[in-house]
């Protein structure tokens, strides 16, 4: 049963990617290089473009290598009015492997950051 106008909001699919969050946690802060971004419940989003009356922002992934397609559409008067358009998509692609390399597994050496740190037992190893 529906007892109010969100519930019958939510009942309806808004379609491709929406915002479905309750109360939003938005942010907004200024990056090393001085540009803007939005941080929405957590995520961070760098601003992409600027029109007359909305603002534009992408996912951080985005401009990795995983090109989530993620976009905020904000109003510039008002920054609770927005939409999000797309769904994330932090996997990264699988490399290809080069021909020759084996692809197997790799044996892992363990790294010792000082000799002097190893047991006794070990010492011999490395004349000590």
């Given at each position: 049963m529906i007892s109010s106008v969100s519930d019958l909001f939510s009942e309806f699919d808004y379609g491709h990617g929406q915002y479905r969050?309750?109360?939003?946690?938005?942010?907004?802060?200024?990056?090393?290089?001085?540009?803007?971004?939005?941080w929405l419940d957590g995520v961070k989003f760098f601003r992409n473009n600027v029109n007359r009356t909305n603002q534009y922002w992408r996912?951080?992934?985005?401009?990795?290598?995983?090109?989530?397609?993620?976009?905020?559409?904000?109003?510039?008067?008002?920054?609770?009015?927005f939409r999000q358009i797309h769904n994330h998509c932090h996997v990264r692609p699988k490399r290809k492997e080069k021909a020759g390399?084996?692809?197997?597994?790799?044996i892992r050496t363990p790294v010792v950051s000082n000799v002097r740190s190893l047991p006794q037992s070990m010492a011999h190893l490395f004349d000590m």
């Open positions: 969050g309750h109360n939003p946690q938005i942010q907004f802060s200024v990056s090393k290089r001085g540009g803007q971004l939005l996912c951080q992934w985005y401009y990795r290598h995983t090109k989530c397609p993620v976009l905020i559409c904000m109003s510039r008067t008002n920054s609770n009015d390399t084996g692809g197997g597994a790799r």
